[in-house]
C-alpha cells in the first residue's frame, strides 16, 4: 500500500499510469476548452494505490467536460464521444459540456469548468486533470485532497447547503456502494 500525502503524489501517481497518460492525451488532442478528465478517474486511481490494489478497479465511465457557450448542443457531445472512441476504443467516454449541465442538473449556470467541478455531489469526486502545452499533468481540486488522500467520503459545501441535495448525496453513498470496492473509506452520511 502506498501513502499519498500531496497533491505532487497524485500527479506523479498519474504520470506513471500509461492507461491514464493516453486518456488525458486524447483529450487533449480534441483541444476543448476548460477540458478536463474528472471524478472516478482520479478518486479510483487514488483509492486502488491506497488500498494496495495490483488490479485497476473498472469504472462506470472515463468523464470528460469542457466549458463552451458557443456551442450548448448535446450532439456536440456524442460527436465528440465517437471522436474519443476512433482514438481509443474500449473505453467507457463520457463528454458534457458545463456551459449546459447547470441546466440538466437544475442548478444556478456555472462559471467554468472548475466552478462545475467544485459542485460535483462528493468532494473525492471533485477532482480533475489534464496535460498542459508540455504535457505536464496539472490536477484541480476545489475542496483540496484531503478527503481522498484520507479515505473519507463527505459532500461538498454545496450539497451541504440544501436538504433537497444531501438526499441525493445520501443515495448516491447507497447505490454506488463504493466501501464494498474499498473497505478502507469512511462515509460521512451528515
Not at 488490479?55 to 460527436?79: A, G, M, Q, S
Not at 499533468?137 to 461538498?156: F, Q, R, S, W
Request: glycine share 2%; hydrophobic share 45%.
Amino acid at each position: 500500500m502506498m501513502i499519498i500525502r500531496s497533491e505532487l503524489d497524485i500527479i506523479r501517481l498519474i504520470e506513471k499510469d500509461l492507461w491514464m497518460i493516453e486518456i488525458l492525451q486524447a483529450v487533449k488532442s480534441l483541444e476543448l476548452p476548460d477540458s478536463w478528465v474528472c471524478a472516478g478517474f482520479v478518486r479510483s486511481k487514488v483509492w486502488d494505490t491506497m488500498h494496495g490494489f495490483k488490479e485497476r478497479t473498472p469504472i462506470p465511465d472515463v468523464d470528460v467536460i469542457y466549458f463552451d457557450k458557443e456551442n450548448i448542443n448535446e450532439l456536440e457531445e456524442k460527436i465528440l464521444e465517437d471522436k474519443l472512441r476512433e482514438l481509443i476504443p474500449n473505453i467507457p467516454w463520457s463528454v458534457k459540456n458545463q456551459a449546459r449541465m447547470h441546466v440538466v442538473n437544475n442548478f444556478p449556470p456555472y462559471l467554468s469548468s472548475i466552478d462545475a467541478i467544485s459542485k460535483f455531489p462528493e468532494t473525492v469526486t471533485a477532482l480533475g486533470v489534464k496535460l498542459d502545452e508540455v504535457d505536464k499533468v496539472i490536477l484541480i481540486a476545489p475542496h483540496g485532497i484531503a478527503d481522498v488522500i484520507n479515505l473519507e467520503l463527505k459532500p461538498t459545501p454545496f450539497f451541504v447547503g440544501s436538504h433537497d441535495l444531501m438526499e441525493k448525496y445520501r443515495n448516491r453513498m447507497i447505490k454506488k456502494r463504493w466501501n464494498s470496492i474499498w473497505p478502507m473509506i469512511k462515509i460521512n452520511r451528515i
